[in-house]
């Protein structure tokens, strides 16, 4: 069970600077510490939960409309685990309350789920004190009962008559938690599958990452466990009695699901590819539609992406572990581009030489044929500070020097639009 167990606590040890690519824009949030659950409310603030940096420094943020963080709650649980770490990983909106799975890994057998009220917070006067928060369950305690040894609390979901469904990335398993009662049963357990590779252990354990509830079924995605094989992971159909049958296979990592609010239809989000020697690939992540029949893909080149949500206006935020929050319309995070795939790129952006850098750099990209352009400088806050480049400019290769002398030290992007497609790289200036 070690190689399942531990596998999204080590996906949190990840903080990767990397270049940006495809559909992504620049970051509507920076520097949170490993964010992965991700909720809008009815004021368009986007909460945010942090797994933190493994200190007990876990944290619930609210992302308001003019892109400011202010801090929600702090000093939640968060530890290191080997090779990662541990601590809240999603939150729900439920009936005016915050309900956060404080999963604190396999190495403690701990792991709550959390509740708390926020009437009287207020953006920008602070967080709210530690005594606000409200434990609803003792999760560790309550898979150790039932004779599952390894616990992870990940993922929650409301379901129908005020119940509440709660994924266990440890035991591989979804509780059930009355809405009447507060009794927990063990609603379903996920089988592992065999490993077909001659690396890592016999089989593959299921890791479930997040539920989706549609009114009929509740729906399961996996991470799939070590050796994080492409095609692993799965998304499984779950009926009200606890029926589970495969919904989906042939995924990679799933981190999150949701539903376009435009068709209903159910969107996957991937974390990447992974490289025994290297680790998580970044820029390899994916966001994909999902059915029985059929996998199409929506965007590519995620940056580790961690978690997503759907507004209700169809806009998408997508999570990175790298520390990033992206914010994408959904007229093109959802739309399918038919491109012909043996045609080359139109376009393409390189990485910055040197990077980092101080003061200057130099920004080298490719045309296919001639076309209108912008150059784009940005912010770690998405701002825009400067462009380069603005107007038609003929087929080559182009290179344009920034010079920086008058900004301060941080993380910076660079985007290239043109003909409605956009690339984003990120690069570091170090004084």
């Given at each position: ?16 600077w ?15 510490a490993?964010p992965?659950?991700?909720?809008v409310d ?7 939960a ?5 200190n ?5 943020s609210?992302?308001t ?12 649980g968060?530890v290191?685990e080997?090779?990662?770490?541990a601590?809240?990983?999603h939150l729900?909106?439920?009936?005016g ?9 396999t ?9 708390i009220?926020?009437?009287?917070f207020s953006p ?8 606000a928060?409200?434990?609803?369950a003792?999760?560790g ?6 004779g ?7 993922d ?8 509440l469904?709660?994924a ?8 059930k938690?009355?809405g ?14 065999p490993?077909?590779?001659?690396v890592?252990?016999p ?22 466990g070590?050796p ?21 296979e042939?995924?990679?990592l799933?981190?999150d699901?949701?539903t376009?609010p435009s068709d ?7 974390m ?6 290297d680790g ?11 059915s029985?029949?059929?996998i ?14 759907m507004a ?7 999570a990175?572990?790298a520390?990033?929050i ?9 739309s399918?581009?038919?491109?012909d ?5 139109r376009?393409s952006?390189?990485?910055n030489?040197p990077?980092?850098?101080?003061p ?12 209108q352009?912008?150059?784009t ?5 998405g ?6 480049a603005d ?5 080559g290769?182009y290179?344009v020097r ?10 910076y ?6 003909e ?5 790289r990120?690069m570091?200036l170090?004084?």
């Amino acid at each position: 069970m070690q190689y399942a167990t531990k596998c999204l606590s080590a996906l949190c040890g990840l903080f990767l600077w990397a270049g940006l690519s495809h559909a992504q824009l620049p970051p509507y949030a920076a520097n949170l510490a490993t964010p992965i659950g991700l909720e809008v409310d009815d004021q368009g603030w986007l909460w945010v939960a942090e797994v933190g940096l493994g200190n007990n420094d876990g944290a619930i943020s609210v992302v308001t409309p003019d892109g400011q963080i202010h801090s929600f709650i702090e000093g939640l649980g968060s530890v290191t685990e080997p090779g990662g770490v541990a601590g809240s990983y999603h939150l729900e909106l439920i009936d005016g309350f915050i309900y956060i799975t404080n999963g604190l890994g396999t190495v403690t057998p701990e792991g709550y789920l959390l509740r708390i009220d926020p009437t009287g917070f207020s953006p920008g006067n602070g967080p709210l004190p530690a005594t606000a928060i409200d434990t609803v369950a003792n999760t560790g305690a309550f898979a150790l009962s039932n004779g599952l040894m390894e616990n992870n609390l990940y993922d929650i979901e409301p379901g129908p008559d005020g119940d509440l469904f709660l994924a266990d990335a440890g035991s591989n398993s979804v509780y059930k938690m009355d809405g009447q009662t507060g009794e927990m049963e063990v609603f379903a357990s996920l089988d592992p599958t065999p490993n077909p590779s001659p690396v890592g252990p016999p089989v593959i354990e299921a890791v479930p990452s997040n539920l989706l509830y549609d009114g009929e079924y509740l729906y399961v995605s996996t991470f799939s466990g070590f050796p994080f094989l492409e095609g692993a992971a799965r998304i499984y159909q779950i009926n009200m009695d606890g029926e589970v049958q495969l919904f989906q296979e042939g995924l990679t990592l799933i981190t999150d699901l949701d539903t376009d609010p435009s068709d209903g239809s159910l969107l996957a989000l991937q974390m990447g590819l992974y490289d025994l020697n290297d680790g998580f690939v970044p820029e390899t992540g994916s966001l994909v539609r999902v059915s029985e029949e059929r996998i199409d893909s929506l965007l590519t080149g995620l940056l580790l992406p961690s978690g997503m949500h759907m507004a209700p206006d169809g806009d998408i935020f997508i999570a990175s572990l790298a520390g990033l929050i992206f914010k994408m319309p959904g007229n093109v995070a959802t739309s399918i581009e038919d491109v012909d795939p043996s045609s080359p790129e139109r376009f393409s952006l390189y990485q910055n030489y040197p990077n980092p850098f101080n003061p200057a750099t130099t920004i080298r990209y490719e045309l296919q044929k001639p076309a209108q352009v912008q150059l784009t400088i940005f912010d770690a806050q998405g701002r825009e500070i400067t462009r380069l480049a603005d107007g038609l400019q003929e087929a080559g290769e182009y290179e344009v020097r920034w010079d920086a002398a008058g900004f301060a030290s941080g993380l910076y992007f660079y985007s290239l639009r043109t003909e409605g497609r956009i690339l984003t790289r990120a690069m570091m200036l170090a004084k």
